[in-house]
Structures are given as structure tokens and as C-alpha cells.
């Protein structure tokens, strides 16, 4: 095979993995529970806040948790291992960028009542928090 061939290919095979990467993007995941259950993955209509940070951690890149308007959000998974850094109890640990917002006025609230902090940021995690634009219709 020709250098310009090798070449060629180790360029496209690099696009490919580019565009495969971007597409991925980052994905949002809406709340719909304000308790803290045992976790058992984020369903479109069983998601808690504890299963949002775990599919998120769970997907490589930034990702989104939207929480519906001024509600409180409970965190009850009593961590008795001080180790325990994969959000399965205590506090909820964040393994990549995160944002969590919610629409409309006021604030949402999350609650650890008191069995530990509410994010712990692992590595090179950051967590942003805001007011999403409320949508309309």
C-alpha cells in the first residue's frame, strides 16, 4: 500500500472517530422523582436525582440534569462506607461536567438532611447550577 493510502485512511479513520465522539454530545436527563430509592436506573418516568448524576456519570462527557421548577430533592441513602466515591449512598460524587437546572422561578432545593454533603466532584469533575429558560407551549 502506497504512504499516500496509509495516509489517507489514517485521516479518515480520524474524522470517523471525531464525528463519532461529537455526535455522542452531551445528554440530558429530567428528574421525575424527589425521593432518594434505592437506585435502579434513570427511567423516563421513575428518575430520581441519585440515578441522574449515576447515568450521567455513567456517560462519557458534559452532561445535563434538568429538575422540575422549585421543588425539593431529598437525599435519604445513609452512607456508612466513607470511601464510597460512586454515588450509591451519602452524597451524590460527579465523575464529569455537570449541569443542573430548572425551569421557571424560584429555586430548587436538594437536601442531604444531614447523612452527608449533597455533590462530592471527582477528578476533574465541575458541576454548574442555573435557572433554565422556561419552554413554551
Known amino acids: 500500500m502506497s504512504r499516500t493510502r496509509?495516509?489517507?485512511?489514517?485521516?479518515?479513520?480520524?474524522?470517523?472517530?471525531?464525528?463519532?465522539?461529537?455526535?455522542?454530545g452531551a445528554k440530558t436527563y429530567e428528574v421525575t422523582k424527589r425521593a432518594d430509592h434505592t437506585p435502579n436506573g434513570?427511567?423516563?418516568?421513575?428518575?430520581?436525582?441519585?440515578?441522574a448524576v449515576l447515568?450521567?456519570?455513567?456517560h462519557a462527557g458534559?452532561?445535563?440534569i434538568a429538575l422540575p421548577e422549585r421543588k425539593t430533592y431529598n437525599l435519604s441513602r445513609e452512607n456508612s462506607d466513607p470511601?464510597?466515591?460512586a454515588a450509591a449512598t451519602g452524597d451524590l460524587d460527579v465523575t464529569d461536567p455537570l449541569t443542573v437546572s430548572h425551569r421557571g422561578k424560584g429555586r430548587a432545593k436538594v437536601d442531604a438532611n444531614d447523612i452527608d454533603r449533597v455533590f462530592e466532584l471527582l477528578g476533574s469533575a465541575s458541576t454548574t447550577f442555573k435557572r433554565a429558560a422556561r419552554h413554551a407551549g
Open 62 to 64: 458534559k452532561d445535563k
Open 83 to 85: 470511601s464510597e466515591d
Open 42 to 51: 434513570c427511567k423516563k418516568k421513575d428518575c430520581t436525582l441519585r440515578e
Open 6 to 24: 496509509v495516509l489517507t485512511a489514517a485521516f479518515v479513520a480520524l474524522v470517523a472517530a471525531l464525528l463519532t465522539t461529537a455526535t455522542a
Open 55 to 58: 447515568a450521567a456519570n455513567n
